[in-house]
């Protein structure tokens, strides 16, 4: 059994695999995970509400865009799954796909690890639009290669920015706006930022799609997904557990071609 764990800007989602398509999942605030004795009770408390045994975790897979947590996640992994090994993608285990970037060391794991996803579970091309900390939206080609993408800023950061930045507006959760037109202040904001990002990523989707020979299916994740994919029209296909998808991909390629006779 593998715990596969997401760390993000914003937020964490774990996931238990069995092997089977679903996942047992969580999430809590990325925040938290440095409050050691309050991170392993909750890891605890949601095991136990899954049913799983902890002493069956065999591997514990980390993908982490927060490199200041890493060493602090891997101790406290460590003494909580005697049984289990810890490991990251990007050092321990490698993300098999061809990183096309011209940087290729500035592409985020989580990026790839969706690309990777994507490859073995939908036609190609693809892209696939990330609605997390920031949105991001991926292309992978018709050979399966990582081509490069688009980054704005999020939704959460969007809402905080109008609130640290201005003197009157309120700080607002993400929800669905009652209409497009605010008849509010509160619904004045949640019409701009959630229809607003609904058009820009419309929009973007129909200009890349222009530079494929071939209509690349679209594929959405992250954590506003739920909102968004309300709203947006231009994405075929939603998964939540997209990243966690391709993290236990990565990991199973590459413990199978560790195993393979030299």
């Known amino acids: 059994m593998l715990l ?9 989602t774990f996931g238990i695999s069995n092997g089977k398509k679903k996942y047992f999942c969580w999430h809590c605030p990325t925040k938290t995970l440095e409050k050691k004795k309050s991170f392993q009770v909750s890891q605890i408390e949601n095991l136990k509400r899954g049913k799983i045994n902890q002493n069956k975790i065999s591997a514990v897979i980390i993908c982490s ?4 947590l ?3 996640i891997k101790k406290n992994y460590k003494d909580m799954f ?3 090994k810890v490991f990251f993608i990007g050092n321990d285990i490698q993300i098999p796909i061809n990183n096309k970037y011209k940087f290729p060391l ?3 794991n989580d990026r790839l690890v969706n690309a990777l996803g994507v ?3 939908y036609s190609l091309p693809a892209m696939v639009v990330d609605f997390g900390t920031a949105i991001t939206i991926d292309i992978i080609s018709k050979k399966g290669d990582y081509l490069g993408g688009v980054i704005v800023p999020g939704i959460n950061l969007s809402l905080k920015a109008l609130y640290e930045n201005t003197a009157l507006l309120p700080l607002l959760n993400p929800r669905k706006p009652k209409a497009i037109l605010g008849k509010d202040t509160e619904n004045s904001i949640l019409s701009g930022i959630f229809y607003g990002y609904s058009f820009l990523v419309d929009g973007l989707i129909g200009k ?3 530079t494929f020979n071939a209509a690349p299916v679209v594929i959405a994740t992250g954590g506003n997904l739920e909102i968004m994919k309300q709203l947006c029209k231009g994405i075929d296909h939603y998964s939540q557990n997209l990243t966690l998808k391709g993290i ?3 990991y199973n390629l590459t413990i199978n071609k560790a195993k393979q006779p030299k």
């Open 248 to 250: 236990e991909i990565a």
């Open 82 to 84: 005697l049984n289990g």
């Open 119 to 121: 490859k073995f579970s």
């Open 4 to 12: 596969l764990v997401d760390i993000g800007n914003s937020s964490t």
């Open 106 to 108: 500035q592409v985020g």
């Open 70 to 72: 890493n060493r602090i």
């Open 208 to 210: 890349l799609k222009a």
């Open 65 to 68: 865009v927060v490199p200041k």
